[in-house]
């Protein structure tokens, strides 16, 4: 590979490698070197790690990769940053030039290149999945299943969700209209994502709903993949990435918003230009659909702009106090986050507790916590903690990838606090 090529996704975001002033504002706020406590662990360090590779002093080792690996894409560096410097993008850019160079390790060569882009045959792996737990994965703690040893390329010990027997897409219908005497006051898609629809499409169906009975024809188009977030963020296969954005953006190119549940697949699909964008063809493409996301919480508040009289408590969780968990993607990639909050306050049968630290990263991030595992689980016993000290019999999230860190966390603690998504406990 020529030398102006090995780093051309690096140089688009030189600026900000540039920008850097190594003051260390970020060692506050960093999950991972909270843990680890080593300077390449920590937003300057890594930053450091990548001008290393463009003066020639490093290269992409393996040593290399699993210091960008170890990074969650959380921005809390960014958030706490005084200068505001996008340290997560110079290290999604740099994973980009290193998979051109390296590729990645299996299985997830194949699994991101060969089933994840691939919709159907994705689903039919699931459903293989679904049958294996059944034999392979004895139930753990409540509906989870405890995933043991033998399988611990996906994570040692971990407890995770039943799959669906039927997924969202086989529940539900592509147009879904508001029930008889109810007019259609808005139009929009939804974005499934995988989590929704292959572990939790009684959630998807609770959304739909509720969209309904607010007047929201809702459309769920069938093309529609997996958001691309492992892919191209995580693996740093943009090539693939740009497959599954071209997949998504047109999709949904007819509608004029995209309701997305799941604050991974929106803030990925937001970042389809930043990272994606080739061609002025795909530009276009992809601010389009950016300009069209919003998450649910957001949709109802600030699209909608129901009053807080559209919210009610399901009769099984009145009385019962919550938190919130706000998703990373969610609040400093989505910037959502007042909106979920607007509407638990609007909630008069349960009792709302805002916990400390409510926006410290879970550990999930993803493939992160295939890779790493036992630190991601370092990182959400810091937030197990944070949500224990509320006393809350509920936890709620706008994520169904925190959801799934979280209760799995919990498990490990015994703990009988419930993880939900937000949508969960409404009427």
Request: with cysteine; glycine share 8%.
């Amino acid at each position: 590979m020529p030398a102006h090529d090995r780093f051309k996704e690096i140089r688009r975001f030189q600026k900000d490698n540039d920008l850097c002033m190594k003051c260390g504002f970020c060692m506050s706020s960093c999950p991972v070197y909270k843990e680890e406590l080593v300077e390449s662990s920590v937003a300057r360090g890594r930053n450091a790690l990548v001008k290393g590779l463009l003066k020639g002093q490093s290269r992409f080792t393996p040593e290399m990769a699993e210091r960008l690996d170890k990074c969650t894409l959380c921005r809390s560096c960014t958030a706490n940053c005084p200068a505001g410097v996008d340290i997560p993008a110079v290290v999604t850019a740099a994973r980009a030039d290193q998979f051109r160079e390296r590729g990645t390790k299996f299985p997830f060569n194949i699994m991101y290149r060969q089933v994840v882009p691939h919709r159907r045959l994705f689903g039919t792996l699931a459903k293989l999945t679904g049958t294996a737990q059944k034999v392979f994965t004895p139930r753990a703690h409540g509906t989870l299943r405890h995933l043991p040893l033998l399988l611990s390329g996906f994570g040692k010990g971990r407890h995770i969700p039943k799959i669906a027997p039927r997924f969202l897409r086989q529940i539900l219908p592509v147009v879904n209209l508001p029930p008889a005497g109810i007019a259609v006051k808005i139009k929009a898609g939804y974005m499934t994502g995988c989590m929704t629809d292959f572990v939790f499409p009684e959630l998807g169906k609770k959304i739909v709903d509720f969209l309904t009975r607010q007047g929201v024809e809702v459309i769920i188009p069938r093309q529609q993949g997996c958001c691309g977030a492992p892919v191209f963020m995580g693996a740093g296969d943009f090539e693939t990435g740009r497959k599954m954005a071209d997949t998504n953006a047109e999709a949904f190119k007819s509608l004029d918003y995209v309701i997305v549940d799941c604050a991974t697949c929106g803030s990925a699909m937001q970042d389809y230009p930043k990272y994606l964008a080739d061609n002025p063809d795909r530009l276009t493409a992809y601010t389009e659909i950016k300009k069209k996301i919003v998450h649910i919480t957001a949709f109802l508040t600030d699209v909608l702009k129901l009053p807080e009289t559209a919210y009610k408590v399901k009769e099984e969780f009145k009385g019962k106090t919550v938190t919130w968990h706000d998703p990373c993607h969610l609040n400093h990639h989505m910037g959502v986050k007042e909106q979920p909050r607007r509407i638990l306050k609007a909630l008069k049968d349960i009792n709302y507790i805002e916990m400390k630290e409510s926006d410290r990263c879970c550990g999930m991030a993803g493939a992160f916590s295939l890779h790493h595992y036992e630190l991601s689980q370092k990182i959400a016993g810091r937030k197990v903690k944070t949500i224990s000290e509320t006393g809350a019999d509920i936890v709620l999230t706008g994520c169904p990838g925190c959801q799934i860190q979280l209760m799995d966390s919990l498990a490990h603690s015994h703990s009988e606090i419930r993880v939900m998504h937000i949508m969960d406990i409404l009427e």
